[in-house]
């Protein structure tokens, strides 16, 4: 589940509006 974390991160990286989701892992992760 890690990898998909970091890869959720990347992306948000690089688009602003995939920031939602990787505030949705985190919440999931918690």
Known sequence: ???G???TRLV???EAGNRFVLDV???WLR
Do not use: F, P, T
């Open 1 to 3: 589940m890690a990898l």
């Open 25 to 27: 892992d985190w919440a």
């Open 12 to 14: 948000g990286a690089d």
């Open 5 to 7: 974390l970091v890869g």
